[in-house]
């Protein structure tokens, strides 16, 4: 180990931290690999805040690395709102420890003489962020690691508008917390400042949910919902949102029903994965429901499943969901001549083309902006004089209105559900609108291919892997040849056949896109929260009148696996 490895180890043998952590640290030591992970660097902000492994060290989520961050944040908040009576809510969610540490951070706050206003049990992280604007707070926590494995925690950051954090705030707070030393922390706290909030900021977020996600229909009791939380918060809003929405006909999966940070009756707590919606659909078949809804463990994200034409369940992708979504909230707006141009949509830049295509329909304004919901937050404050209809991500994650700043899965559930029951009423279905979209804005299929590299060898791999298509992109794909290439860690387009270059009007990122000729597009870029490298493909065709998705589906399908081959995956 090098010298600024060790140092870094033996400062946890000293004030503030406690004889337990030291112990652990004895016994780490006997594992010199598990040791230099633990501790090689800092936990950093990414696209959805700080997250990682629990445990001793300052590459993992424990009391004292939450605790940096809750002091240099309670710095910067007390230095820009110099004259405020400062007030920070904070939920967290069902894993393990999230309680405790959601405890020792408002205890961190309050010690610096901050308002705590603390959730009294799990919520969901939309809750919180509505929360963040009902209660007129400065600032709000959730302690998550949304649908990681059962040994992640984390921490995200909301700013005044309900928002996570983005530029300036997120730089300037990260800079006060690098300033910040673990001696600095404040870890005696003021519980006169310490104050718990529940019921009533639930109803509030339910009527919200509610106004936000309900449509102008005679009745929803012939519509059969199965619903999973995967053992997550959402078991303290989806049912309450539905019953008070007018949904009488709710079947939840009792086995993954009850709030656990070890997932027990789940593989992967990720309603994209295939596998977590497994028990859901095997409930849906026996009792012959119409859709199944399974959402993650702080209810940001959907997973949907509906019946095709044959009646047997399609597990829809996040593009799927955002696409259908969309076009119901413009289809609603435009029966009630509700658009007139000031309106926009979002997506990010490797989500599903279809969204653009379809705001040029509408004449509604279209928004791409970089991966992570916290950017399309960052829209609707950067455009105040358009209003936000809905917006989402190819990751599960949609958002209706601008109410709630982050996606939102409990009033995405419910506007689901409305789609659905839209579509009965005219002896139709959620698997026949999203064929009219295909036939309207052209047949699109997305696959993401991910790559798990942990640890810091991992880290040095996926740099590696970007590294070789940046510094030697693909001139053509199976043949195909390359149009435009944008790299977003420089901010160039390139137009390969006009030899002509453009600025990328985005943040800088670490992500790179390639678009063909046949007008199919490549996406690669290491994801924000996990340690993982990714790669999203889209490719399209259109759908004729005549065609179903059935048969079009695997000509897309072959499509990508030779584009995968091109690339050499």
Do not use: C
């Given at each position: 180990m090098n010298k600024t490895l060790l140092a870094r180890i033996e400062e946890w043998y000293e004030p503030p931290f406690d004889k337990e952590t030291i112990e652990v640290l004895e016994e780490m030591k006997k594992h010199p690999q598990e040791l230099e992970d633990a501790f090689y660097k800092n936990l950093e902000f990414g696209t959805g805040g700080m997250r990682g492994i629990m445990g001793v060290g300052t590459n993992r989520i424990n009391a004292y690395t939450l605790g940096k961050s809750t002091q240099g944040l309670s710095d910067y908040l007390k230095q820009t709102f110099e004259d405020s009576t400062i007030k920070v809510v904070i939920a967290y969610d069902c894993r393990n420890n999230s309680k405790s540490l959601a405890l020792r951070v408002a205890k961190v706050f309050s010690a610096n003489g901050i308002k705590v206003l603390l959730f009294s049990d799990l919520r969901t992280t939309p809750e919180l962020s509505f929360a963040v604007t009902h209660l007129e707070a400065h600032c709000g926590i959730v302690l998550t690691a949304s649908h990681n494995p059962p040994e992640y925690n984390g921490y995200k950051v909301y700013w005044k508008d309900g928002g996570q954090i983005v530029p300036p705030q997120d730089l300037d707070i990260m800079n006060m917390i690098d300033q910040t030393q673990f001696s600095d922390i404040k870890f005696e706290s003021n519980n006169d400042l310490i104050q718990w909030i529940d019921k009533d900021i639930d109803q509030a977020f339910f009527d919200t949910s509610v106004l936000l996600g309900q449509s102008n229909l005679k009745t929803r009791k012939n519509f059969k919902v199965v619903f999973t939380p995967l053992h997550g918060t959402s078991i303290t809003a989806v049912p309450q949102v539905l019953t008070q929405a007018g949904y009488t006909d709710l079947h939840l999966v009792a086995a993954q029903s009850t709030p656990d940070g070890n997932f027990p009756n789940v593989k992967s707590p990720n309603p994209e994965e295939p596998e977590a919606l497994k028990?859901?659909?095997?409930?849906?078949?026996?009792?012959?429901?119409?859709?199944?809804?399974?959402?993650?463990?702080?209810?940001?994200?959907?997973?949907?499943?509906?019946?095709?034409?044959?009646?047997?369940?399609?597990?829809?992708?996040?593009?799927?969901?955002?696409?259908?979504?969309?076009?119901?909230?413009?289809?609603?707006?435009?029966?009630?001549?509700?658009?007139?141009?000031?309106?926009?949509?979002?997506?990010?830049?490797?989500?599903?083309?279809?969204?653009?295509?379809?705001?040029?329909?509408?004449?509604?304004?279209?928004?791409?902006?970089?991966?992570?919901?916290?950017?399309?937050?960052?829209?609707?404050?950067?455009?105040?004089?358009?209003?936000?209809?809905?917006?989402?991500?190819?990751?599960?994650?949609?958002?209706?209105?601008?109410?709630?700043?982050?996606?939102?899965?409990?009033?995405?559930t419910l506007l689901a559900c409305e789609v659905g029951v839209s579509a009965k009423n005219y002896d139709k279905s959620f698997y026949d609108i999203l064929e009219e979209c295909y036939r309207k804005f052209g047949a699109h299929k997305e696959k993401l291919i991910s790559f798990t590299q942990n640890g810091k060898e991992g880290a040095e791999k996926i740099k590696t892997m970007m590294e070789r298509f940046r510094n030697n992109p693909p001139k053509e794909v199976s043949g195909i040849s390359v149009m435009e290439s944008e790299d977003y860690l420089t901010s160039n387009r390139t137009f390969l056949m006009e030899k002509r270059f453009e600025k990328i009007d985005l943040p800088v990122t670490d992500l790179l896109i390639f678009k063909l000729e046949d007008d199919s597009r490549i996406a690669i870029r290491p994801s924000g929260t996990e340690p993982k490298i990714k790669f999203y493909i889209s490719v399209n065709e259109s759908l004729?009148?005549?065609?179903?998705?059935?048969?079009?589906?695997?000509?897309?399908?072959?499509?990508?696996?030779?584009?995968?081959?091109?690339i050499g995956l």
């Open positions: 028990m859901a659909l095997d409930l849906a078949q026996s009792i012959g429901a119409d859709i199944v809804i399974g959402i993650d463990p702080d209810s940001d994200r959907l997973g949907i499943a509906v019946r095709d034409h044959n009646e047997e369940f399609l597990l829809l992708n996040g593009n799927q969901t955002m696409v259908v979504l969309t076009y119901f909230l413009l289809e609603e707006l435009k029966k009630k001549n509700q658009l007139d141009g000031n309106q926009f949509v979002a997506t990010t830049v490797v989500s599903t083309p279809m969204i653009k295509k379809m705001a040029r329909t509408y004449g509604v304004h279209y928004k791409e902006t970089l991966t992570g919901f916290k950017w399309i937050g960052k829209l609707i404050k950067d455009f105040p004089e358009l209003k936000f209809i809905g917006g989402g991500e190819e990751s599960f994650g949609y958002l209706v209105g601008d109410i709630i700043r982050d996606k939102d899965a409990v009033t995405s004729e009148s005549n065609e179903g998705w059935y048969t079009k589906e695997p000509k897309l399908d072959l499509k990508i696996e030779t584009i995968i081959k091109g």
